[in-house]
């Protein structure tokens, strides 16, 4: 089987890449850049260059795939998806496996919602066989702190928020158990083992890297600001207003991720210590 990985350069695509190889699966990365993601991917690695908007490029690098697992920016989900689930279905494609995301769990009520179902809803009409993943937050977000940890300060909005963050190393393994059935149609709303609020995640690293680490709250107007320097604006107030509606949805594992790959999902603390180093922590016997 050869798979397609969309977002390839990216958190989940990379994992994505690395899982379906070690499953013995044939990959094939899409990039916009294909001399950055040799690097980012390393030697070995076949990719094609291609951009979600452009249906021309995804004609041909969907040619000869049996999957594609589909990473595609939010606020472009409902056209660069259509255009991904078009060319799939025109190809003969057998399977697309979609990231998603817990706020297309949320209803359509919040912009990040409705970006997420409209996505899911043209990979379904596409005709192609699919799987919906919506994993909740990334534990790997949490590197956004790793300078304040460093420095002994993390100021961040929301201290109570709740969320039930997953590895994507889990989403990954998700995905690769999703390609090894026929498609049927499914979300798989997926969660790491524990929920936990901002605070008790940044508690949490400085456990494990054992310094004292001090939090701050952001006022909100001040962390939209920041997120409006990274993001269109829309994208910034979607990405805040999700945070700070962190629902009960959100709050509850799921045991999703044992049931598709047999193991249960990496706590918190075992992936902090897998980046214990991004936190200035020092890499030792107790925290491998
Ligand atoms: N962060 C969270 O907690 C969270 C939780 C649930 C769901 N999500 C969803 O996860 C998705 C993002 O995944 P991620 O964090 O793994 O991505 P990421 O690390 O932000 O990387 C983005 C990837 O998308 C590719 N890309 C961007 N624009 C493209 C285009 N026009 N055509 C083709 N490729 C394009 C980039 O590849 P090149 O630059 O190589 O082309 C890159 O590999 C979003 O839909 C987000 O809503 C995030």
Not at 175 to 186: C, I, L, Q, R, S
Request: aromatic share 4%; net charge neutral.
């Amino acid at each position: 089987m050869t798979v397609l990985v969309t977002g390839a350069t990216g958190v989940v695509g990379r994992a994505v890449v690395n899982a379906l190889r070690e499953a013995g699966r044939e990959v094939r990365a899409l990039s916009r850049d294909p001399g950055r993601a040799a690097v980012v991917l390393g030697p070995g690695t076949a990719i094609v260059k291609g951009d979600l908007g452009d249906r021309d490029s995804l004609r041909a690098a969907v040619r000869g795939v049996d999957g594609v697992f589909l990473v595609s920016a939010a606020e472009h989900k409902p056209a660069h998806d259509r255009n991904l689930g078009t060319a799939a279905a025109a190809a003969g494609v057998d399977h697309v496996v979609a990231l998603s995301s817990f706020a297309a769990s949320e209803g359509d009520g919040s912009v990040l919602g409705r970006w997420h179902l409209e996505g899911e809803r043209v990979v379904a009409e596409s005709g192609v066989g699919w799987t919906v993943l919506r994993p909740n937050g990334f534990m790997s977000n949490a590197l956004g702190w790793a300078a304040g940890v460093r420095a002994g300060l993390v100021r961040a909005p929301l201290p109570d928020a709740v969320s039930v963050p997953i590895d994507p190393r889990d989403i990954a393994a998700a995905a690769v158990a999703a390609f090894a059935a026929p498609p049927a149609g499914e979300v798989h709303v997926l969660t790491g083992p524990e929920r936990l609020t901002t605070m008790e995640q940044v508690g949490r690293i400085a456990a494990v890297i054992g310094r004292e680490v001090r939090f701050e709250e952001v006022p909100l107007a001040e962390a939209r600001a920041a997120l409006a320097r990274r993001y269109p604006a829309e994208v910034a107030d979607a990405v805040l207003a999700a945070r700070v509606s962190a629902g009960a949805e959100r709050g509850v594992p799921t045991g999703t991720v044992r049931a598709l790959t047999g193991r249960p999902p990496v706590t918190f603390t075992q992936w902090v210590r897998d980046h214990t180093e991004a936190f200035g922590g020092i890499v030792s016997a107790a925290n491998a």
